[in-house]
């Protein structure tokens, strides 16, 4: 059993680093009550799914997707860009959440004067409303 | 015609286009930046209704972005289904873009370049979820008219910038969890375009690994159209965000990730894989009744008007679902498609009044709500009507949807979501009828009959909210009354595309 587990987690050892980085981003998003620490962990979830991705691609021993006549010829393999772009495109969404994200963490330092989650809840409720 | 054979890509190129237009020329003057929008919008709309009618009679569009052959190039696909939430989506909009402004600028005078910009930005983002018919491209779309909307929302500052970035972290878990599933998907299809999926995927149904996808796909998009319990993110931002993104958000953007959810849910699965492999219809139709009553209870202990309506459109969202878990019926699917319709124009009615009562009296406060039946006679009953559809009183569209529920909860013969809908019916007009109450027929102590004048909010805020009145009573009306509208064949005919049953248009 034991044998069986750790064969299967080393072959497919890429899906189990992004699975494992995937739970530590979600638990910091979760868990953690410091504003920033929650933006690194939604950076580490995205990129631990970026990384999924990019593993997914991979052939071993495949070269770069440049892809020639000589090349074909030769039959060299090559890596599946496809995720390689997907990638790029969801890389700019994630640069733009997190730079909303810290943008609104500017401005609720701002405000309050804190980025810990609970010192704001009570400094709303000191505020009345 | 070469333009209208372009119409699937250039709704949301121009809405884009305009949105830099209107940062050069806002720079210029800051009156140009409305009639730019209020224009786009209209063309948009006008696309829109072309769109429909061509989808409606000469049946499926598919074009070809930049001309690649599906499987590789994207494709945008466009049926009744789309076609009809891209019509109610940018209606909604230019509603919007008329009310948003004097609401803007008295809400956010400083800021008006930068909101008309934030605006088009996620109108481009809702038009380009409704017409894609490739789910990677979908995520894109998805994330921009997010990003569009957690801007706006914090565009009010206070509060709102805590709802906001709450809105960011659950927002952007449920576009990661989205992500994740089409990664999933294309782990073991190698395809990202909708129609090659579903054709793809039946005889891997079987794989973990779909059925994990799917369970990504429902949760993620879950936490987009704030479906109960995954809607924590949805009253803080409805309530703090300026009246004109609640407007929005409400009404067009809830309807999208809705019209997401329920794309990926027939559309790239099937109805066989939500029977046999995955069999969750059940499992959302009991989720979906949870969420009215508890939407329902929660609205009733609300004192803020805009945080009760919040409440309300959380409950709204499980008449939805509860349709789209009553799939098999004959009416369950109508039900949540007409509902899609009737919260659009009701939600967005009945938050178009509130803001316009903050800007004219500056009360949130159900409470203080004393005489304005006589201050704002319109406004309050724009309110009234909409409320009365939102109830599900006959002649208005409201009662369609709760009678095609109904009659889709009978012949599954699941009598507690009978109960659920009746009770919720009850409980809607307990938390209206307290507002309606208070408009009208309690005065104020001390308060003189002629001492209440007339103060009616400006025109720009009044026009809109009685469109939408009237148009909750209008399309009931000729409904219930069996005309001719072209209402129930394009829902027919989308329907019936999503469930792939009757006569499916050639390509």
């Given at each position: 059993m034991m044998e069986w587990l750790i064969a299967e987690i080393f072959a497919k050892y890429n899906y189990w680093v992004s699975i494992v980085l995937m739970l530590i981003g979600f638990y910091a998003m979760i868990a953690k009550g410091n504003l920033i620490k929650k933006v690194i962990g939604l950076n580490i979830f995205q990129t631990a799914i970026f990384l999924f991705f990019i593993s997914l691609a991979d052939i071993r021993g495949g070269t770069e997707p440049i892809v020639s006549e000589e090349i074909i010829h030769m039959g060299y393999v090559y890596v599946n860009p496809l995720p390689h772009v997907l990638i790029l495109t969801a890389i700019v969404v994630a640069v733009a959440t997190t730079a909303v994200a810290l943008a609104l963490v500017i401005r609720m330092y701002e405000e309050?004067?804190?980025?810990e989650e609970e010192e704001i809840i009570e400094k709303e409720r000191e505020m009345g409303l | 015609m070469i333009v209208t054979a372009h119409f699937p890509v250039l709704v949301i190129v121009i809405s884009m286009l305009s949105a830099f237009t209107i940062l050069i020329a806002g720079r210029w003057n800051k009156k140009t930046c409305l009639p730019i929008s209020i224009a786009t919008i209209s063309v948009q709309l006008f696309m829109a209704f072309f769109i429909l009618n061509q989808v409606f009679t000469r049946g499926t569009i598919h074009y070809r972005l930049g001309g690649w052959a599906p499987p590789w190039g994207i494709e945008y696909v466009i049926d009744a289904f789309n076609a009809y939430v891209l019509v109610i989506v940018l209606f909604i909009c230019l509603l919007t873009a008329i009310y948003a402004k004097r609401s803007i600028e008295r809400e956010q005078p400083h800021r008006i370049v930068p909101f008309y910009v934030v605006f088009q930005l996620l109108i481009t983002g809702l038009c380009g979820i409704t017409v894609t018919g490739d789910i990677f491209n979908l995520y894109v779309f998805l994330e921009i008219a997010s990003l569009a909307a957690y801007a706006l929302i914090a565009v009010a500052g206070g509060r709102a910038l805590k709802a906001s970035y709450n809105y960011v972290i659950m927002g952007s878990i449920g576009a990661c969890f989205y992500l994740l599933g089409a990664g999933f998907l294309y782990a073991v299809t190698g395809s990202l375009n909708m129609a090659d999926l579903s054709h793809l995927l039946p005889p891997l149904y079987e794989s973990k690994v779909v059925q994990a996808a799917f369970v990504f796909f429902v949760v993620g998009l879950s936490i987009k159209m704030a479906l109960f319990p995954l809607h924590i993110w949805q009253p803080d931002a409805y309530t703090y965000a300026p009246s004109v993104v609640t407007v929005i958000i409400a009404a067009a953007m809830s309807k999208v990730s809705i019209y997401a959810f329920i794309r990926v849910f027939f559309s790239v699965f099937t109805t066989d894989f939500i029977r046999?492999?995955?069999?969750?219809a059940t499992a959302i139709s009991w989720i979906a009744a949870i969420a009215i009553i508890v939407g329902s209870v929660i609205a009733i202990m609300q004192s803020n008007l805009k945080r009760m309506l919040a409440y309300s459109s959380v409950s709204q969202v499980g008449y939805i679902v509860l349709g789209v878990g009553l799939y098999?019926?004959?009416w369950g699917l109508h039900g949540a498609l007409i509902h899609i319709l009737n919260h659009a124009i009701t939600k967005g009615c009945l938050f178009i009044v509130a803001g316009a009562i903050i800007y004219r009296c500056g009360l949130w406060n159900i409470r203080d709500f004393e005489g304005l039946g006589k201050k704002m006679p319109y406004t309050c009953a724009a309110f009234t009507l909409a409320a009365l559809s939102m109830i599900g009183i006959p002649p208005s569209v409201g009662f369609i949807t709760k009678l095609c529920l109904l009659a889709a909860s009978l012949e599954a013969t699941e009598y507690v979501f009978v109960a659920v809908i009746l009770a919720s019916t009850l409980l809607n007009l307990v938390y209206f009828w307290r507002v309606i109450e208070r408009m009208y027929f309690v005065r104020g102590e001390g308060e003189e009959e002629n001492e209440i004048k007339m103060g009616e909010a400006p025109v720009s805020m009044v026009l809109p909210a009685l469109i939408l009145a009237s148009l909750c009573i209008i399309v009931g009306i000729l409904w219930l009354a069996g005309a001719k509208t072209p209402l129930l064949p394009v829902v027919d005919q989308a329907v019936n595309a999503l469930l792939g049953t009757g006569v499916v248009a050639a390509p």
């Open positions: 309050y004067g804190t980025i | 046999i492999y995955v069999p969750i098999s019926t004959q």
